[in-house]
């Protein structure tokens, strides 16, 4: 009986709820990608990723809204981590973490000192973005600049801004 239930479980589970949030890993090689490349698409498929489009500009969303490619002339080219809580008065309070490691060692409790300890000093005189592993990674911290809300990934040789 306990088997019946198992496969009944499998049957219905959408394939997001079965394979969980990807590891940073398994997203990093998406950037720079085509859009309908097999790796994107794979991804997709197994992570039920919703698509919003915008003539060549899109995203493709994770159900649980922790996580999304963004594309543009059908290349992705950012990938978003959402890794605190949505704050009141969100358009999104049902949104989920991006709960995986995330890339330089990152937590979300980390502030801007501890990042600037573990990726160094910032890129821009800004101070929101950091230089690691080939990628640019754009910090957006709370208000009080005490932990990290989300994080924008894009390759290095790309334009200022995802």
Do not use: C
């Amino acid at each position: 009986m306990r088997y019946l239930l198992l496969l009944a479980v499998l049957l219905v589970a959408p394939s997001n709820v079965l394979a969980g949030q990807p590891a940073w890993p398994d997203l990093a090689p998406l950037l720079g990608q085509p859009k309908d490349s097999p790796a994107v698409v794979a991804m997709v498929r197994q992570q039920a990723l919703s698509e919003t489009t915008k003539g060549p500009s899109g995203s493709f969303s994770s159900p649980d809204g922790s996580w999304s490619m963004l594309y543009e002339s059908s290349r992705i080219k950012t990938i978003v981590l959402r890794v605190s809580p949505p704050g009141e008065g969100s358009s999104s309070p049902e949104r989920q973490t991006f709960a995986p490691p995330l890339p330089g060692k990152l937590t979300r409790q980390d502030g801007r000192a501890q990042v600037v300890q573990k990726l160094g000093q910032p890129s821009r005189p800004d101070g929101d973005q950091w230089l690691h592993q080939g990628l640019v990674i754009w910090v957006f911290f709370d208000q009080s600049e005490r932990q990290i809300n989300e994080l924008y990934l894009w390759q290095q040789e790309q334009a200022e801004k995802p």
